[in-house]
């Protein structure tokens, strides 16, 4: 099952619509096999930390938005506008079950701002993100024993060269707006800081993973087909057409391989200086922490199924550490800083204050 929640309060004043996203569903986890030293299902709390699968992928983020749906109903007199909460499933394959489902069913939902919880960062506020476009090759040749190499061009060894070849995809270069640029500009360390070093020179390029690859039945056969599945990251300021184009000005020089689409999702943006990311700053600011920079993501979110109606959507939630590996865990003190700063910022949104009080 793929079980979305939703909840909804309106005010009954004129105002804002804000909308709170997280999702439910996580990544399966063998504890054994992955070398876990918690149970990866207990929730155990240790060294000031929360153990567990989707701890900070998504529980902790979805967590925080159903904590400032809650604290907002208590105080919804001193309120205007509307609060939804979305709490779905369906979101780490990029399905269509999940918050895909309710924004093309339930416009009810679209908001005119939607706040996430995904592990980014408390150093930073995401405005954009990178879009996936996964992508199958395929290459048939005529197989042949492995001691008859001068019968066939081996499969394999065509997808290794199409493969290099691909990488070909990393020099398009996007066109972006200015704001998006300058902030994209004053925020290098940042970006580092929280995706990993070497993150701010990939933000604004296409890159190429081959995450799955398949040829051959023995050591000594030489592999008639050989196939393997490509995740594209699009940056904003391409878009698909763009490159489509250039996989098929790569692939024209391989006669015997073929490629199809799995998955697309656009790469999204909204302003970098949109009221919600002069409040959460000011916020982080009012707590005593670092000014959060705004940068644009490598991985995906469903924020971006809002930015791509044209709906401002931004993310602000813990250090994604261990995500999807051993030992997954948030620390107790940043998962009640995101539920601070989610709370008050949805308080200064939706009473038109600006500034908490």
């Known amino acids: 099952t793929m079980p979305n929640i939703v909840g909804s309060f309106d005010t009954g004043k004129p105002g804002h619509h804000l909308v709170l996203n997280g999702h439910m569903d996580v990544f399966p ?30 529980k902790a983020g979805t967590s925080a938005s159903i904590f ?16 939804t909460l979305t709490a779905v499933s369906d979101a780490e394959t990029f399905g269509p079950w999940g918050a895909r489902y309710l924004m093309e ?7 005119d701002c939607c706040l996430n919880g995904e592990p980014s960062s408390p150093l930073t506020i995401r405005f954009g993100e ?20 001068h ?19 990393t020099t398009l270069r996007p066109s972006v707006p200015i704001d998006v640029a300058d902030a994209l500009a004053g925020a290098a360390a940042a970006i580092d800081e929280a995706q990993g070093p070497g993150a701010k020179d990939i933000v604004q390029r296409v890159t190429l993973n081959i995450g799955v690859i398949h040829g051959g039945v023995k050591v000594n056969i030489v592999p008639g087909t050989c196939w393997f599945e490509a995740d594209i990251r699009v940056p904003p300021g391409l878009g698909k057409e763009e490159i489509l ?47 959060p920079a705004p940068i644009v993501s ?60």
Request: with cysteine; aromatic share 10%.
């Open 245 to 291: 184009a250039r996989i098929r000005e790569i692939v024209a020089r391989y006669p015997e391989a073929t490629f199809e689409e799995i998955n697309y999702s656009a790469p999204s943006v909204c302003d970098p200086n949109h009221e919600m990311m002069g409040i959460l700053r000011a916020n982080a600011k009012a707590l005593g922490r670092p000014d």
């Open 130 to 149: 990178k879009g996936p476009f996964w992508v199958k090759f395929t290459l048939h040749t005529i197989g042949a024993h492995g001691a008859y190499t």
């Open 68 to 83: 400032t749906f809650y604290y907002l109903h208590r105080v919804r007199e001193h309120l205007k506008g509307k609060l």
């Open 105 to 111: 069913h339930h416009p009810e939902v679209h908001g």
């Open 298 to 357: 490598l991985g995906g979110t469903d924020a971006r199924l809002w930015r791509q109606r044209g709906i401002p959507a931004l993310v602000h939630g813990p250090f994604p550490r261990g995500m999807a590996q051993a030992d997954e865990h948030v620390e107790i003190e940043e998962f009640l800083h995101v539920v601070r700063m989610h709370v008050l910022s949805s308080f200064d949104y939706l009473s038109g204050s600006g500034l908490t009080k």
């Open 29 to 58: 986890a063998d504890a054994k096999a992955e070398g876990w030293t918690q149970d990866p299902w207990g929730g155990a709390i240790a060294n000031g930390k929360i153990y567990g699968r989707g701890v900070a992928d998504m």
């Open 151 to 169: 019968l066939s061009p081996s499969a394999t060894k065509q997808a290794a060269r199409l493969i290099v070849d691909l990488e070909e995809l």
